[in-house]
């Protein structure tokens, strides 16, 4: 997650990723070419497989812009 962060960071994305079971749904704000050169990214890279997006559409303002990277385990009931 440490190299998410860092190139995250470069390209002002912000992003959260929940995971339970091996399953990962991920919520991402940023600029449309910053986030469409993520996607390819995440899709060349082995460990992502059976990537879909759920959601794209612009929004006026970013709901968790101070997030560079944040995770959340649907098992921790904190």
């Not at 002002?12 to 986030?35: P, R, W, Y």
């Amino acid at each position: 997650m440490h190299d998410s962060c860092a190139i995250n960071t470069m390209d002002a994305i912000c992003s959260v990723v929940m995971h339970k079971n091996g399953l990962f749904i991920q919520f991402t704000e940023g600029k449309s070419k910053d986030l469409d050169d993520l996607t390819k990214r995440l899709r060349r890279n082995k460990r992502h497989n059976n990537l879909k997006i759920i959601d794209d559409h612009p929004i006026e303002d970013r709901i968790i812009a101070n997030w560079l990277m944040g995770c959340a385990d649907f098992d921790d009931p904190t």
